[in-house]
């Protein structure tokens, strides 16, 4: 037997930021908090300079397009277990969200994903016993920084080098780090910066060629004999070109428009196009939902994977939420109740069309839908149609009374109406000997037609039919004359019903 004794784990931390263990950061023991590790964000010049960046154009539309894809979903609360105090917390944290202004508050939550994190303050209250959300407002990023433990700092007036915030009092969530060492985060300002920057200046420069090709450089030309006075009055008037319709020189002097000239394909435009798409692709994950003359199928796929962020984003808010003060709220008012969850629907919308189409082609088939699938799929609008009222019942004559019995009887419809001439007992057998030999004997059913209409009775038919195909298969034939003398069987109770 193995006696060795099993170590136990080490249970502390011990890649730390604390005492200077993180080469990256340095001793960071007695300073008031730490700052972001972003260098972006440090030459942008904070997170005024990320929040400048949502002033153009493509960015602003860019982002609100991807939030607004978030809160367009609709939101639900799951029960975390299937006890009853499991759903009274569920419908709990219900009412809390529609009490509140929860897409709005979602809407501003995710500009965690641009700046690298956000910070919502709970107010609570307590009502009819309860601990309850009064509101959640998000904050202002710039206020808050973060202490050498990692923990959350207010920076006010009075103490510049942050004040402590109690706890389960402030919502907080960082995102796009590349490890737990950034209590910052890295948001999507830090890979926009320099797209926005180098758009920006060109900007600029497509300014200046437009000067150029929308005012022409005006060039005067004076002889080798003018004055220092006539070379300051042709600059003079140089300068009125722009400004005046009709100027006028000296003999000798020549005015000329100097226009630009350039080559090549490359122009401003494309250049701006180009970081318009970079900027696309960076909020976005694909530029096509921003540009135009994309086909459809393309539009199709891309839709697809901007999806996926959309999800992530959604993600990102519920799972933040059902982590912090939810979890507060089930501890203080439901305890021991399993903890529910908030979440937003991502499937898209059934096409009603197609749904239709398809419960139709199941209905041909012989399916039908069941009352509660059609109220959840089609909604409560609908019900049964009722069935038609059956048509009056006609009196029956004797004659149709007589024909109903027989049909239940000998289980099939037999024309009892008066009739020039009555119908030969043989002629039922010949219908039914026509149905059950059209598959195996399709190219004699003619002859054995016509040596049944022939045939005065049925001893003489079979033995027409044995001399005329004793070369066929004898089960086969036995098949077919057992069919034969049923049917005739049941042509002499037609007679005696007849008679």
């Known amino acids: 037997m193995d006696t060795k004794k099993i170590e136990r784990p080490i249970t502390q931390a011990i890649a730390t930021t604390a005492n200077g263990r993180d080469i990256t950061r340095g001793y960071i023991e007695g300073l008031p908090y730490i700052d972001a590790s972003d260098r972006v964000l440090t030459k942008a010049g904070g997170y005024d300079g990320y929040e400048k960046l949502l002033q153009d154009d493509q960015v602003s539309s860019c982002f609100a397009q991807r939030r607004h894809a978030v809160i367009s979903r609709t939101w639900s609360v799951t029960p975390g277990g299937k006890k009853r105090r499991d759903k009274q917390a569920a419908d709990f944290i219900t009412e809390t969200l529609q009490d509140l202004d929860w897409d709005t ?262 399916f039908r839908l069941k009352p509660d699938a059609v109220t ?16 009056p019942a006609e009196k029956q004559s004797p004659d149709a009374a007589g024909e109903s019995d027989l049909k239940k009887s000998i289980g099939f419809s037999v024309d009892l109406q008066e009739a020039p001439e009555p119908p030969s007992p043989i002629e039922p057998w010949a219908e039914v000997l026509d149905k059950e030999a059209r598959a195996p004997w399709q190219h004699i059913i003619e002859q054995v037609t016509q040596l049944v209409n022939n045939a005065p009775d049925l001893p003489t038919l079979r033995d027409q039919l044995i001399a005329a195909y004793s070369d066929l298969p004898v089960d086969e034939l036995a098949d077919v004359m057992a069919q034969a003398f049923a049917t005739a069987e049941l042509a002499g109770f037609y007679e005696a019903a007849n008679e």
């Not at 709970?122 to 998000?138: A, H, P, S, T």
């Open 105 to 366: 508050i979602t809407d501003q939550f995710l500009y965690a994903r641009f700046y690298g994190f956000a910070v919502a303050e709970m107010l609570w209250c307590v009502k009819n016993g309860r601990v309850m959300v009064e509101d959640i407002r998000v904050r202002d990023r710039r206020r808050f920084v973060f202490g050498t433990d990692f923990q959350l700092k207010l920076l006010t007036t009075s103490n510049p080098m942050g004040e402590a915030l109690p706890a389960k009092k402030f919502w907080y969530k960082a995102v796009g780090a590349s490890h737990a060492d950034d209590p910052y985060g890295l948001g999507l300002g830090h890979a926009l910066y320099w797209p926005v920057w180098f758009k920006h200046n060109g900007a600029k420069f497509w300014a200046v060629y437009l000067e150029k090709f929308g005012a022409p450089t005006a060039l005067g030309e004076f002889p080798r004999t003018a004055s220092e006075t006539e070379q300051r009055q042709l600059l003079s008037t140089l300068s009125e070109v722009s400004t005046e319709s009709g100027i006028a020189v000296p003999e000798g002097f020549k005015i000329s428009l100097l226009e630009a000239s350039r080559g090549g394909n490359a122009s401003y435009e494309n250049w701006q196009k180009y970081w318009d798409s970079a900027i696309a692709k960076i909020i976005l994950g694909q530029t096509m939902t921003t540009d135009d003359g994309s086909s459809y199928s393309q539009a199709t796929v891309h839709y697809d994977v901007r999806q996926d962020l959309v999800a992530a984003d959604a993600d990102l808010i519920c799972e933040s939420a059902n982590c912090s003060w939810v979890k507060w709220l089930i501890d203080w008012n439901f305890p021991g109740a399993a903890y529910p969850k908030i979440y937003r629907d991502m499937e898209d919308a059934e096409d009603i069309d197609a749904r239709v189409t398809r419960d139709k082609t199941l209905f041909d088939m012989g």
């Open 376 to 391: 959840r799929i089609y909604g409560d609008d609908y019900e049964l149609a009722p069935e038609p009222a059956p048509a």
